[in-house]
C-alpha cells in the first residue's frame, strides 16, 4: 500500500532520502504544470518548482502535519509564482490574440503556420491548435489570485477549503473568486463555449 | 432567491460538491430564471475548455537538479546534537573510564614506598627499597628532619610487615 503524503513527509523527517525522491516523483509534474500555467514559461516554472521542493526539504526537521501536505505544497508554489509574476512584471509583454500560433514557443511547440500543405489534416491541426493557444490566452489574462484559483480548482482538483488556505482567503471569498474567474473565461472564449454546448 | 445570492453556490453546483437541500434550491432557481441556466451551461462548457489543455511534462534533467540541490544542502543539526555522544567519542570515553578504573584498583608498591620516603616513617625504610637512591644521602643528613619527633615504635613493626607482605 502506498504510503501517504504525511507520512512520506515524516520520514524525510527522520532522514529518509528515498521517501523525499517518492515525493519528487509523485508531484513534480502537477508543480511544474501549476507553475508553467501561472508564469507561462517554462524555464522558470522548473526553477520554481526546483525551488518549492528544496524548500519542502529545508523546513523536513519543523514540518508537523497540521494541514494536508498538498495545501502546504502548492502554498509554497503559489507564493514562489505570485512573487515571481510581481517580479517580473515590467519584463512581461501581453501576447494579442492575433499573434501567430508560434507565440507558444516556450512549452517547445513551436511552429510556423506557413507549412507546405503536405498533410491533408493541417487545417484541421491549426483549428486545434489555434482553439489550445486561445483556451490559454484566455487563463493567461485572468488576474493573478483568479487563475492560481481557477488552476488549484481545475488541474489539481483539490477542495476548496484547501484552495481557500493556500490563497489566504475564506471559502466564501474563493466561491466568488471562482464565479468571477469563469465569468471572464465565459465572455473571453464565447466563440469556443457557445460551439461547445 | 436572486440571482446574485446564487453566484457563490454556482461554481459549486457545477461541481456537484452542494448539499442536497443546496442543489435543491439552486434546481429551483434555475428553474425560473433562464440567464442563470444559460450561465451555468457555459460555465459547463468552458471546465470542458480547460480539458484540453495538454500537460507538460518536467525536463529530463529535473529530478536530477533537485538532487544536486537537496545533496547540496549543508547538514543541519539541532542545538541539542552538540551534546549527544558519537560513536567514537563514547568509545574512547568507555576506554579511558576502564582504564581509570584499573589503574585505581592495581596494587600500588610505589606510592606507599614514596609515602614513607615522606612521611614519618623513613627512617625504618631499608635505603634499597628505595627506587630513586640518589636522594637518600641528602635526605639522611638534612638536618631539619632529624629534629623531627621519633615514629611511635608500636607502629613501626606492623608498617614494616605491610611492606614486606606486599
Known amino acids: ?197 | 432567491m436572486s440571482c446574485s445570492r446564487i453566484e457563490k453556490q454556482m461554481m459549486p453546483y457545477v461541481d456537484g460538491r452542494l448539499k442536497l437541500s443546496e442543489q435543491q434550491q439552486m434546481e429551483a432557481h434555475l428553474a425560473a430564471c433562464a440567464a442563470c441556466r444559460v450561465r451555468v451551461n457555459e460555465f459547463r462548457a468552458v471546465s470542458g475548455l480547460l480539458d484540453e489543455l495538454p500537460q507538460i511534462e518536467p525536463s529530463g534533467a529535473f529530478d536530477a537538479r533537485v538532487r544536486a540541490l537537496v545533496a547540496a544542502e549543508p547538514v543541519k543539526q539541532s542545538w541539542w546534537a552538540v551534546f549527544a555522544p558519537s560513536p567514537r567519542a563514547a568509545f574512547a570515553a568507555s576506554l579511558l573510564l576502564l582504564a581509570t578504573i584499573w589503574i585505581g584498583s592495581r596494587p600500588s608498591n610505589m606510592n606507599m614506598t614514596n609515602g614513607g620516603v615522606n612521611g614519618t616513617t623513613a627512617q625504618s625504610i631499608d635505603p634499597n627499597d628505595l627506587p630513586v637512591l640518589e636522594n637518600y644521602d641528602i635526605l639522611a643528613n638534612f638536618e631539619p628532619l632529624t629534629e623531627l619527633p621519633q615514629p611511635v615504635q608500636g607502629d613501626e613493626p606492623d608498617d614494616s610487615d605491610n611492606n614486606q607482605s606486599m
Open chain 1, 1 to 197: 500500500m502506498a504510503r501517504s503524503d504525511v507520512q512520506l513527509m515524516l520520514d524525510v523527517k527522520a532522514g529518509d532520502e528515498q521517501s523525499f525522491a517518492l515525493l519528487l516523483q509523485r508531484y513534480r509534474s502537477p508543480l511544474v504544470n501549476f507553475l508553467y500555467r501561472m508564469v507561462r514559461n517554462r524555464e522558470q516554472a522548473e526553477d520554481l518548482a526546483q525551488e518549492v521542493f528544496i524548500r519542502v526539504y529545508r523546513a523536513r526537521a519543523e514540518y508537523v502535519p497540521s494541514a494536508k501536505f498538498t495545501t502546504w505544497l502548492f502554498r509554497i508554489a503559489t507564493n514562489l509564482a505570485l512573487n515571481s509574476l510581481r517580479d517580473t512584471r515590467h519584463q512581461r509583454m501581453d501576447i494579442s490574440l492575433d499573434a501567430p500560433l508560434s507565440a507558444d514557443a516556450e512549452s517547445g511547440d513551436e511552429r510556423t503556420l506557413d507549412v507546405a500543405d503536405k498533410h491533408p489534416d493541417i487545417e484541421q491541426h491549426l483549428v486545434e491548435e489555434a482553439r489550445k493557444a486561445m483556451i490559454k490566452h484566455a487563463i493567461d489574462k485572468l488576474p493573478e489570485k483568479q487563475r492560481a484559483a481557477v488552476l488549484l480548482h481545475k488541474y489539481q482538483e483539490l477542495d476548496y477549503g484547501e484552495i481557500a488556505k493556500i490563497l489566504s482567503c475564506s471559502e466564501s471569498a474563493l466561491k466568488s473568486l471562482l464565479f468571477r474567474a469563469y465569468e471572464t473565461l465565459r465572455v473571453e472564449l464565447a466563440p469556443l463555449v457557445t460551439g461547445a454546448k
